[in-house]
């Protein structure tokens, strides 16, 4: 493993087996040299280095997050958050879960901060890449109080094992799940470590776990899969896609070979920086920090500038079929 390593700017040679730290503005929110001022230029070439497996940084978060805010945070108790690795923000209901029902007040106060970490998070993402903007379903918002250091869970949940991201609950059929984080601890920094990207361990896991078969084509099939989705039994609106990374997600971190073996990278954010990306491509583990907000977004496909390097496109090639469902 290489000692912590400094954001850099846009390496040329950036392939797709490692993750790279873009740095994209200084400390004072000035854009680096390497980027456009054009914007929509600008917001290409940020979307091209997401889909290619690199994190973007920005050193000091974006948008204001109030004192008041970052102290309500600080001040989080930690009891039900023992039961619920984080509290969760559903910005389609405007609700909290993972909280403790008793504490009413705390509970406003929280789903008041999570919501104005939504709203902020979604217009400047709108803002920073146009290709993507309104072509995403706003996903759950988080904030993550416990400390991540020793923090004990069963395998498939831990977050210290590298892994790419799939939602058995919330499928996405091919889409992609983009994450914005930031670091709302004053002092400590929030660390990770990543491993090759999707692109460079997709054809090992593929042979381990093997690929799906294509969606039978048969009427009666397509009928009884549509019946299973309208009544909303589990797992009926899981595409072959889903169900594989989900198995992908789970096999990376039983694999004692590929945690211990593979060539990885440690990377350290910073008390209030903000780090976006792609993590179904992106093989993460969260060693340290404590105190994170995070908003994902489900991409569409169709949004990405380089479709070639997405999940679903590796697999199917691999696979030599499709392997998402036609709703
Ligand atoms: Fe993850």
């Not at 200084?26 to 040299?33: F, I, L, N, Q, S």
């Not at 509290?87 to 406003?108: M, W």
């Not at 217009?123 to 995403?136: I, Q, R, S, T």
Request: aromatic fraction near 8%; proline fraction near 7%; hydrophobic fraction near 35%.
């Amino acid at each position: 493993m290489s000692s912590p390593a400094a954001a850099q700017t846009i390496d040329p040679n950036s392939g797709p087996n490692e993750s790279h730290l873009i740095s994209v503005q200084d400390g004072e929110g000035r854009y680096a040299r390497e980027f456009p001022d054009d914007a929509q230029q600008r917001g290409e070439q940020l979307c091209a280095q997401l889909e290619a497996g690199n994190i973007l940084l920005f050193p000091k978060t974006p948008f204001e997050i109030s004192a008041v805010e970052r102290a309500v945070l600080l001040g989080q108790k930690q009891t039900s958050a023992a039961y619920h690795k984080n509290v969760a923000y559903r910005p389609a209901e405007d609700r909290v879960t993972g909280l403790d029902k008793s504490e009413s007040e705390e509970n406003e106060q929280l789903r008041r901060i999570l919501r104005h970490y939504s709203q902020s998070a979604a217009k400047f993402l709108g803002e920073l890449l146009p290709a993507y903007a309104n072509k995403w379903k706003l996903d759950y918002a988080s904030y993550r109080p416990i400390e991540e250091r020793g923090r004990a869970a069963r395998l498939h949940a831990r977050n210290d094992l590298c892994h790419v991201d799939a939602f058995p609950t919330r499928p996405t059929n091919g889409d992609r799940i983009l994450r914005f984080f930031t670091n709302v601890n004053p002092a400590q920094n929030r660390v990770w470590l990543t491993a090759q990207t999707f692109a460079a361990v997709a054809p090992h896991f593929a042979a381990a776990l093997g690929l799906p078969a294509p969606p039978s084509a048969n009427p009666l099939s397509s009928s009884l899969r549509a019946l299973a989705r309208t009544m909303r039994l589990p797992g009926a609106n899981r595409s072959p896609y889903d169900r594989f990374m989900h198995r992908c997600h789970n096999a990376m971190k039983e694999d004692a070979q590929f945690q211990e073996a593979s060539p990885k990278q440690r990377w350290e954010f910073p008390p209030d920086s903000t780090w976006i990306v792609f993590t179904d491509c992106v093989s993460h583990a969260v060693l340290e920090g404590q105190y994170a907000l995070e908003q994902t977004f489900i991409v569409s496909r169709h949004a990405m500038v380089e479709p070639h390097r997405s999940p679903v496109s590796i697999l199917e090639k691999l696979a030599g079929h499709s392997l998402t469902a036609t709703r």
